[in-house]
């Protein structure tokens, strides 16, 4: 009797601990995987962008009466006085916005209070400027203007942005360093997250940048890696983006795709090949493969 109770409290244990080690399994393949917002759409854009993203913003808030929000708090601050804060909302106006908000602090308790998040929650779109990422960051992670931005994606609104504005849109922040932009892993990791287990690099052939993102993925092998040259986004509509503009975007998810051939390779580990992607081409994120027709 002693024996048999002896198994069954074993099994039981043993049984226990399975269940525990699927569900974290789980659990980690599930917070591993590459997603976009639910709802909304994210334009994301590596750098010198042209009025053709402009016009896509409009287009994609709802035309030029739409409420959006501006937020140039990348740049630095000796740049940042109120003229410059003036023509920066002229700018937009310039482009046929009629309705624009400019939003900028350097203080977390600022953008943690309900009058700085308010025009968040009327907008129908926020672009996020150039600059250093890493100032985003320091300034809207995880405060209550976080949390708007991540409820205008939620009821269907655009978050968009370019260089800086790009990078801070992925979950790892890439370039984050506040001595300099050349080191990859720097003191600020974390980005934004509206892309999840994603690095955003940006000015990607321009600078020659097409292989700095392997410094990340050689530590950081869960993440996709998404390069962006200048005047060249993407736009992400759930799990699913379809590149826009000029030049190319470089993926590197551990696969090289053949256009000639129409076929998907799979890399051995430690390779140093990405595949470039133009535009009207698009890609499943979640599956990390592009879409063939």
Not at 11 to 28: E, G
Not at 146 to 169: C, K, P, W
Not at 174 to 200: P, Q, W, Y
Not at 257 to 262: I, P, R, T, V
């Amino acid at each position: 009797m002693r024996l048999k109770k002896l198994t069954l409290l074993v099994l039981t244990v043993l049984i226990a601990n399975l269940s525990k080690k699927n569900i974290t399994a789980q659990n980690n393949s599930q917070d591993q995987e590459t997603i976009g917002p639910k709802n909304g759409t994210l334009l994301i854009v590596g750098g010198a962008a042209s009025d053709l993203f402009y016009k896509k913003f409009m287009e994609l808030v709802g035309g030029p009466e739409a409420p959006i929000v501006v937020i140039p708090t990348a740049i630095t601050s000796n740049t940042l006085t109120q003229e410059f804060l003036d023509r920066y909302k002229q700018s937009f106006i310039n482009r046929g916005f009629k309705n624009v908000t400019v939003l900028h602090t350097r203080d977390p308790k600022v953008s943690n209070s309900e009058a700085f998040i308010a025009p968040i929650k009327t907008a129908k779109g926020v672009w996020f400027s150039g600059g250093r990422q890493w100032r985003h960051a320091d300034s809207y992670l995880n405060t209550k203007a976080h949390e708007a931005f991540n409820a205008l994606l939620d009821r269907g609104g655009v978050i968009s942005g370019s260089s800086a504005g790009a990078t801070i849109q992925g979950s790892y922040l890439a370039r984050g360093d506040t001595k300099t932009n050349t080191i990859m892993m720097g003191d600020h990791e974390e980005g934004l997250s509206f892309l999840k287990n994603v690095a955003i690099d940006q000015h990607l052939l321009a600078r020659n940048r097409q292989f700095d993102l392997f410094e990340i993925l050689d530590k950081k092998p869960h993440l996709l890696g998404i390069g962006l040259d200048e005047d060249t986004g993407i736009i992400v509509n759930k799990n699913t983006f379809t590149v826009i503009g000029k030049s190319y975007v470089a993926i590197y998810d551990g696969t090289r795709w053949s256009a000639d051939k129409n076929k998907i390779f799979k890399l051995p580990k430690g390779s140093r090949e990405f595949y470039m992607l133009k535009a009207g081409d698009r890609y499943n994120l979640k599956d990390r493969q592009i879409i063939r027709e």
